[in-house]
């Protein structure tokens, strides 16, 4: 096997991150590869933002004002320090771009690629990574929060950051759990 092929067999989330951060040059080169993801017609569909320092604050004060009026001390709180869990929060967004051959979903696709090459980068610099979506993605207040436009949807909150531990191997499923041929004969 290659290097690349054992680094994609070892990939993983991690849910404990800590400081440092990825650092300008270890960020530049994952946007780089982020860039360098499948696009039909050159749209790019994609943008990103970096929340770090006191933003994470700003992201969870974010993130709670948008509880419902019923809601708990505790699910308020764990709102609120939700982007503390990583000292870097990078938020990849999904442009929407009207054009005659290109659907909105494609788009989105091509955006959650983007992300995908972006924790895999990340990874290979020596950083830890969670993307994390959940409720909280989907919602206007959150969209409007952050700056989006209409046309621009979050494909998910990728907290990124130095491994606090190590964490149990997670089972990966048997390739014919998956996979199959058509037509079957």
Known sequence: MTAAIDFLLQRKSEPRLQAPAPDAAALE?????????????????WRYLVIEGQGLA???????SVCENNATEKEREKLRTAPLRAPMVIVGIAIHKPHPKVPESEQSLSAAVGMGHLSLALQAAGYGIMWRTGNIAYRKEVMAGLGLEENEHIIGFLYTGTVAGEKPPVPRPAVSDFVSRWPEH
């Open 29 to 45: 080169t994952a946007f780089r590869c982020a860039a360098n993801t499948p696009d039909h017609a050159l749209l790019r569909p």
């Open 58 to 64: 700003a992201l969870g004060e974010l993130f709670e």
